[in-house]
């Protein structure tokens, strides 16, 4: 009888444990679905496409910032900035994985730290009027802010609204901030060979 007792005390311990271990977790935000084409591109369309197609959104290759898996582009108008969702951007940015169109990136660069933190958390009610948010914990000590929704029907798709710090080229500190759309379905595995 005691040893019933002993191992059910032991249980229950391991059961209070457990719990206490996934409140700690964050919780995950799914939503039904989240955008997967922007500017007429679906995710895991190819380069030549993807820059075509943008260019007739006024959208421009970068060529000397861009690489075969990060493209820069700027508006062809001549404007600083340009707009999606409703929002005047600085930058955007695609990823490649494969020649496939993976992820995109559009944010703003700011120098004040506090002024980048108040338009992302303006920038993250926004994003959250349309998309479940939950906030993450970073890592890495450069990200002030970090929000990040998943889809349930489309399972390795996700939406990020984050505020980070970054050195430009010129050692000039600046703050970036981002909402980032992605599909990890079109991002490559390492190589087996490594």
Do not use: H
């Amino acid at each position: 009888m005691k040893k019933v007792a002993i191992c059910f005390v032991c249980m229950a311990s391991a059961i209070i444990f457990m719990n206490s271990c996934n409140m700690n977790q964050p919780q995950e935000a799914f939503n039904d679905s989240i955008q997967g084409t922007f500017f007429g591109v679906p995710f895991g369309a190819d380069k030549k496409d993807l820059v075509d197609k943008f260019a007739e959104r006024d959208l421009l290759l970068l060529p000397y910032l861009s690489t075969e898996e990060d493209l820069a582009f700027y508006p062809a108008s001549g404007s600083q900035k340009y707009s999606f969702g409703g929002l005047d951007w600085d930058c955007l940015n695609v990823g490649l994985s494969n020649g496939k169109f993976y992820y995109i990136q559009f944010y703003n660069t700011l120098k004040d730290k506090a002024e980048a933190i108040k338009y992302g958390q303006s920038l993250l009610k926004t994003i959250s009027a349309k998309y479940k948010l939950s906030k993450e914990e970073p890592e890495d000590s450069t990200i002030y802010l970090l929000y990040r929704g998943k889809s349930k029907k489309e399972t390795e798709r996700e939406v990020t609204v984050c505020v980070s710090r970054y050195e430009a080229v010129d050692e000039t500190i600046y703050y970036g901030t981002f909402l980032q759309y992605m599909d990890k379905k079109y991002e490559a595995s390492v190589s087996d060979e490594l």
